[in-house]
C-alpha cells in the first residue's frame, strides 16, 4: 500500500500554476497516493490539513516561504511531516534544508522518504521557520508587491530594501534576554531560528535550524554610510564584526517597544509588539535529502 499524501499548491507562487502537472507525475512515479487541493489563498491551507489530516500520512507544500509559514501551525497541531516543493521566490527554507529547487529532485527527496526534525521559533502564539523581525523588514515586506517578486525574483528583496533603507528611522525598544535587559536604538531587530531568510542571507555565520536557539541581531545605525559594509557584510551572516551591530543568542527573548510595531514572521505581517519568542525543538518533521 502507497503512502498517502495531502498535495498543497499555491497557485499564485512564482512557479505554482504550471508546477501541479510535473509534481503530480513526479510522485505517482514514487508510488503515493495524493489527495491534491490547489489553494488559492494562503490562509485556507491550515483548514485544510485540519480536514484531511485523518486520512493522510504526511502533507507536501508547494509554494514560497511565505505559503509554508501559513500552514506551519496545522501542521504542528496535527503532527503530520512536511514535504516542501520550493515554488516562491526566496525559498529560504528550502535553501536552509538543501532542498533542490529543481522540481524533480524535490520530489524524488520526498519520495526517498528521509525525514528531520527540525525546531520551530514562535511569537506570540505563532510558529515560524526561518525569521522574525521588525523595523526595516516589515516596511520591505509592506513595499514588496508581487509583480516586483515575478518580475526580478530574488534581486527584488535588494532593489527593494535599498528604497527603503534610505529612508529608515530609528525607534528604541527593550530587548530581554534570559534575566538581562538591553535598551536599544535599532532600525531593525531580526530573530532567526533557522539559518536563511530574505533570499539567502544568514542570520549568523553559524546558525543551524536544529541548534536550539534563537539567534538575534540589532542594527543601531548612527550614520548614513554604515549602510554599505553593512550590505557587503549582512548576506554572509558576518554582521556580527560590525561595531553597531548587537548580536545575542538565547532560548528565550522578549521585545518591548514604546508603541506597537509590526512582527514579520517570514516574510509574512503576522503579529505586533510586545513580542515574546521562544525555539521550540524538534518541533516538527521535514524531508530532506
Not at 545575542?248 to 514604546?258: D, F, L, P
Amino acid at each position: 500500500m502507497g503512502r498517502k499524501a495531502l498535495l498543497l499548491i499555491n497557485r499564485h507562487s512564482r512557479k505554482g500554476e504550471k508546477s501541479l502537472p510535473l509534481a503530480v507525475e513526479y510522485f505517482y512515479a514514487h508510488d503515493l497516493e495524493l489527495i491534491i487541493k490547489p489553494v488559492k489563498d494562503a490562509q485556507e491551507l491550515g483548514i485544510v490539513v485540519r480536514e484531511y489530516h485523518h486520512q493522510i500520512d504526511f502533507v507536501i507544500v508547494g509554494g514560497g516561504d511565505g505559503t509554508l509559514n501559513a500552514v506551519v501551525d496545522s501542521l504542528v497541531e496535527t503532527n503530520l511531516p512536511l514535504g516542501i516543493l520550493p515554488l516562491g521566490t526566496a525559498n529560504d527554507l528550502a535553501r536552509t534544508l538543501n532542498i533542490p529547487l529543481a522540481m524533480r529532485e524535490a520530489c524524488n527527496v520526498i519520495g526517498n522518504g528521509k525525514l528531520k526534525s527540525i525546531d520551530l521559533g514562535w511569537v506570540n502564539g505563532k510558529y515560524f521557520f526561518n525569521v522574525a523581525s521588525m523595523g526595516l523588514s516589515v516596511d520591505i515586506t509592506k513595499k514588496l508587491s508581487r509583480g516586483v517578486k515575478r518580475r526580478w525574483g530574488v534581486f527584488a528583496y535588494a532593489i527593494t530594501a535599498l528604497q527603503v533603507i534610505s529612508t529608515a528611522r530609528r525607534f528604541s525598544a527593550t530587548i530581554k534576554v534570559d534575566n538581562e535587559t538591553l535598551p536599544v536604538k535599532t532600525v531593525q531587530i531580526a530573530i532567526g531560528n533557522g539559518r536563511y531568510y530574505g533570499g539567502g542571507m544568514a542570520i549568523a555565520n553559524d546558525a543551524a535550524i536544529d541548534d536550539q536557539r534563537l539567534d538575534l541581531y540589532s542594527i543601531e545605525l548612527q550614520h548614513w554610510w554604515q549602510i554599505f559594509p553593512l550590505i557587503w557584510h549582512l548576506p554572509k551572516g558576518e554582521h556580527h564584526q560590525l561595531q553597531w551591530v548587537r548580536t545575542i543568542e538565547g532560548k528565550e527573548i522578549e521585545i518591548h517597544t514604546y508603541k506597537s510595531y509590526s512582527v514579520n514572521t517570514d516574510g509574512e505581517i503576522t503579529t505586533i509588539t510586545p513580542a515574546k519568542f521562544k525555539v521550540i525543538p524538534h518541533a516538527l518533521k521535514v524531508f530532506v535529502p
